[in-house]
């Protein structure tokens, strides 16, 4: 059984310089982007991700939702980060083709239902998360999917998903997994505590208003995690 007490925190939303230095001083290890993604408040362009990444001193991990290989390539180029991150349901395929095409890290999403009553296959899901692996993903976030009427949102809910999935989805995997979707830091502690995962991952916890970085939620954050990781 995983022990994992140390905890990475990449902190996503990232729409401004001013918001890549507040989760840099804090010692959050990773700045998120979303880059041109036409669901998210928080999207950003290239030349704004290109700009953020630049003065940004802490590795920074783009977003990216049902792009095309060629297209996730040239944007690579262009802005230079430390990994990108998947957001659609990208098949391994595609993932192993940047993988192969790409210098930097490949991190994958996969996503729980945030209504707890909702049945989950976990066999499904774990050949799922083993075909991320063998495609060669260097990290898995298991985030929050959230369905209203005929719209479904991927990521960005602020609301936690099945954390008893979670957990054994995080034991079965054997490389670094993080979890996202409504962590803040009121719950930070029991998240860490029961799903134990390498990192969490965390957007609207941490905002004034969407795509607006609250300093004192992230200094709460950063210090209710030394509370756990000094255990």
Not at 166 to 172: N, S, V
């Given at each position: ?7 990475q925190v990449?902190?996503c939303?990232?729409?401004s310089?001013i918001d890549?230095m507040?989760a840099?001083?804090s ?9 041109e993604?036409?669901?998210?408040e928080?999207s ?10 630049r003065?940004?001193p802490?590795?920074t991990?783009?977003?990216?939702f049902n792009r095309?290989?060629?297209?996730i390539?040239?944007?690579?180029k262009?802005i230079n980060p ?14 192993k083709?940047l993988k192969?095409?790409?210098q930097?890290q ?9 209504n ?10 774990i050949?799922?998360?083993?075909s991320?692996?063998?495609a060669?993903a260097d990290a898995?976030?298991?985030d ?8 479904v949102?991927f990521?960005?809910t ?7 999935v ?7 995997c054997?490389?670094p ?7 803040q830091p009121?719950?930070v ?5 029961k799903?134990r ?5 965390l957007?609207?916890?941490v ?6 970085r609250?300093r004192e939620?992230?200094?709460?954050l950063?210090q209710?995690?030394?509370l756990?990781?000094?255990?």
């Open positions: 059984v995983k022990n994992r007490i140390e905890c990449k902190i939303g990232t729409t310089t890549a507040i840099a001083e010692g959050a290890d990773y700045s998120g982007i979303v880059v993604v036409p669901f998210s928080r950003v362009s290239i030349e704004q991700a290109t700009e953020i990444t003065q940004t802490i590795p991990v783009l977003l990216f095309p290989t060629d297209w390539i040239e944007a690579v262009k430390f990994a990108i991150q998947l957001l659609g349901h990208e098949p391994a395929e595609q993932l083709m192969d095409s790409l930097c490949i991190w994958n999403s996969m996503f729980l239902p945030v707890i009553s909702q049945k989950i296959d976990l066999e499904d899901m050949i799922a998360l083993e991320y692996i063998i060669g898995i976030l298991f929050s999917v959230e369905s209203s009427g005929d719209k949102r990521g960005g602020g609301k936690v998903s099945n954390w008893n979670a957990e054994k989805l995080i034991q079965a054997t490389i997994a993080f979890l996202s979707g409504g962590i009121e719950n502690r029991l998240a860490i505590e799903v995962p390498d990192g969490i991952d957007c609207s916890g905002e004034s208003k969407k795509g607006k609250n939620k992230v200094i709460e950063m209710n995690l030394q756990v990781s000094s255990k």
